[in-house]
């Protein structure tokens, strides 16, 4: 069972900072993937920052340099530090768990389980 609850968005003026951050429950499931998505308004889902347990990550280029994703073990929290915040990022951001996962990816057919999603909204 996976619950995931998110928090943390917001509205902030571009150049800003915000930190997301979405409570994980998880048992069972050893080798997940733990990803943050965004959907800007009329736009497709995509993957912003991805981690596995190992500490690996992947971002999106956009992002590159400005987000960071961390996951804290003893508070079963994933976060995700957004700086030079741009109106370009504004979006609905969910967090995701993909329960098996080999390879960091950003295919969210694959990601099992999402939070309700937290707006941020940015603005020049």
């Known amino acids: 069972q996976v619950q995931l609850v998110e928090s943390g968005g917001g509205s902030v003026q571009a150049g800003g900072s915000l930190r997301l951050s979405c409570s994980i429950s998880i048992s069972g499931y050893s080798s997940p993937c733990l990803g943050w998505f965004r959907q800007p308004p009329g736009k497709e889902r995509e993957g912003v920052a991805a981690s596995n347990r190992g500490g690996g990550t992947k971002y999106a280029d956009s992002v590159k340099g400005r987000f960071t994703i961390s996951l804290d073990n003893a508070k079963n929290t994933l976060y995700l530090q957004m700086n030079s915040l741009q109106p370009e990022d504004t979006a609905m951001y969910y967090c995701?768990?993909?329960?098996?996962?080999?390879?960091?990816?950003?295919?969210?057919?694959?990601?099992?389980?999402w939070g309700q999603g937290t707006q941020v909204t940015v603005s020049s």
């Open positions: 995701a768990v993909d329960r098996f996962c080999a390879t960091i990816h950003f295919v969210p057919e694959k990601y099992n389980y």
